[in-house]
Every structure is written in structure tokens, then in C-alpha cells.
């Protein structure tokens, strides 16, 4: 399967058209010349395994909950059916304001692993440079010459890094399997990204897959390259001219996978709707710390259908 590949080298008009053909024609693409060094991505990988490779008790004092979504977790749902992974998520502590679905949001670290937290807030600090100057590139490939007017994204963020650990499972659903297995586990089953844009990195190992003409195609990891892709925000943003893939992770039963998610998301108090450049809007506004709290409502039980931004359909 074709998937896109962009360079953040490229002149400026060609990388305009090229995020705009790569989101209108598969809402992923490679992303190359990033500027991240291949010695911290391989530092970044190493240490996922240290860390996965704990004894369950030992991660399980990291564990997160409903109300401190930063940390260990190995229950979480996906469309109600428990994926066959677990994570550690990494991100900002609550900041006060009442618009914070989290108030009591607070990283936890390791204990003993030596470097491991300025290594994770190091990467997640190339992560947000990179998505900034993606968000400016895709909001100019809708037609709008104000960036920060047409699509608010204030600098107190909610972006979050996951790291992710997929173990061996001994029962995995076939690779061409339907969106809910007869038999089989997933990783994670079919959903699309609620933020911006996601930046995944990935270990040797394949396992994503992405929804394209009616199959699942498996996405082949590149070395040195970052796996993006627009989510619902970007899809509202351009009131439907690019849609935010449907995408999952198929487990394996004979090699784990580990990978590193950078999920760019607004500020708790941001609002977002169609850019005035993509004409009539059909969506209404919505508030992301409705929104995100919504969707992570679900990661913990079954609480029903799913909220999806297909509900704020004008």
C-alpha cells in the first residue's frame, strides 16, 4: 500500500501541497527530515522496553484512573472491547481553570530508571515543535492566511505522549479481519484520533493498519521516519475536506510491539468549528474539554455509544 511521505525540508509551497494531498488522499502520511536524532529515538525505544519489561506490580504503582489520566494502564476499551496492550501516558498536570475535565491531572515518573523523565519531556518538546509547524501548513492548505485567527490552539495544550507496549497474544485476529473480530484479538480496535494530528513513532515491528477503499491495510514501519495523522479536529477544521482515518493495531503472537504516540491536542478551554476559508460550516462549534472528557469515558467501561464529533453535525 502507497502511503504519502513528506519532507519538513521541502519548500514551503510544495509541503503546503503535499499536506493537502496527503490529507485529502489518506489522512497519513511518513514524515521524513523531522530534525529528531535517530540516537534519541533509539534512546526513546530502549527505554520503553525497560520500563514494560517490570514486573506487573512495579508498573502497577503508576497505575492511572479516572480522575489522573497520566500514567500506567493495561484495561483500556476501545469501542467497549479491551485492547491487548498496555501504556504509559505522559502529560501536562492540571493547570487550575475551571474549563479542566482533570483536576487533579499529574504525571507519574518511573522510580529508578535514571533519565528516563528529561528523555520523555525532551521528545515530547520536538513533538510539539513539529505538530506547530504542521497545524500552520494545514490551516494554509484550507485557504486561510491566518493560522492562529482561524484555528485557536493556545499554547497551554492538552497534548500527551503514550507510549505503548503490545505484548504476545495467543489468540490474534487475522490481519483482513472485519471491524469487530468473530474470533481474535486486537490491539486496538478501530477508532479515529479525537485531536489535531498524531505523531507516532514505531519500533521495527508492523501492526498498524488504516481504513482505504473499503480494506485494512497494514502501514510498514520506516526507520527514522514518524508515522502522522490528521485526527477529528483537523477534520472539522476543514469542515470535511479531509477526514481523520479510521485506524487500528493488530496484536501478534509471535513478536511484541512498542510504540510512541504524541497526541497533539487544543487547550481545555479551546473551542473549534470549520475555518471561515472551507465555506457554509456543518459543524457547530465544540468545546474539546467536552469533547476529550466525553471519549475518555469510555476507555475505563462500557458507557454506550461513543461520543464522535459526527454528533455536532449542523
Same mark, same amino acid.
Given at each position: ?9 521541502? +519548500?514551503?509551497?510544495?509541503l ?7 490529507? %485529502? ?32 506490580p512495579? %508498573? ?6 479516572a ?7 493495561? %484495561? ?7 485492547d ?5 501516558d ?24 535514571q ?33 492562529? /485567527? ?10 500527551f ?6 505484548p ?40 498498524? /493498519? ?5 480494506q ?20 472539522v477544521?476543514s469542515? +470535511? ?12 503472537a ?6 510512541a ?8 478551554s ?27 469515558a469510555? +476507555? ?15
Amino acid at each position: 500500500m502507497f502511503i504519502p511521505e513528506i519532507s519538513l525540508n521541502t +519548500d514551503k509551497k510544495q509541503l503546503v501541497d503535499a499536506l493537502r494531498q496527503a490529507c %485529502k488522499s489518506h489522512g497519513f502520511f511518513y514524515l521524513v527530515d523531522h530534525g529528531i536524532a535517530i540516537n534519541e529515538i533509539e534512546t526513546l525505544l530502549r527505554n520503553m522496553q525497560v520500563f514494560f519489561n517490570q514486573p506487573q506490580p512495579k %508498573k502497577q504503582e503508576l497505575m492511572r484512573s479516572a480522575t489522573n489520566p497520566w500514567g500506567y494502564y493495561d %484495561k483500556e476499551l476501545t469501542k467497549n472491547r479491551k485492547d491487548w496492550k498496555e501504556i504509559l501516558d505522559i502529560g501536562p498536570e492540571a493547570d487550575g481553570t475551571a474549563e479542566h475535565p482533570f483536576p487533579r491531572a499529574k504525571t507519574q515518573w518511573p522510580k529508578k530508571m535514571q533519565g528516563f523523565q528529561p528523555l520523555m519531556q525532551s521528545y515530547m518538546n520536538h513533538c510539539a515543535a513539529i505538530c506547530e509547524q504542521l497545524r500552520v501548513l494545514l490551516i494554509q492548505s484550507l485557504g486561510s492566511t491566518n493560522a492562529d /485567527q482561524d484555528a485557536p490552539f493556545s499554547k497551554d495544550h492538552s497534548s500527551f505522549l503514550r507510549l505503548n507496549h503490545y505484548p504476545l497474544c495467543a489468540n490474534p485476529a487475522p490481519e483482513d479481519s472485519d471491524f469487530v473480530p468473530v474470533h481474535g484479538e486486537l490491539g486496538i480496535s478501530h477508532h479515529t484520533d479525537a485531536g489535531a494530528l498524531t505523531l507516532l513513532l514505531q519500533s521495527d515491528v508492523a501492526g498498524l /493498519q488504516f481504513y482505504h477503499q473499503e480494506q485494512w491495510h497494514t502501514i510498514q514501519p520506516k526507520a527514522g521516519a514518524l508515522m502522522v495523522n490528521i485526527g477529528d479536529v483537523v477534520q472539522v477544521w476543514s469542515n +470535511d475536506q479531509y477526514s481523520a482515518p479510521l485506524h487500528r493495531v493488530i496484536a501478534s503472537a509471535t513478536q511484541q510491539r512498542y510504540s510512541a504516540a504524541y497526541f497533539y491536542n487544543p487547550s481545555y478551554s479551546d473551542h473549534y468549528a470549520p475555518i471561515p476559508s472551507t465555506g457554509e460550516p456543518v459543524y457547530k462549534s465544540i468545546s474539546w474539554a467536552e469533547f476529550r472528557s466525553g471519549r475518555t469515558a469510555g +476507555d475505563y467501561a462500557d458507557s454506550g455509544e461513543e461520543l464522535q464529533i459526527s454528533h455536532y453535525k449542523l
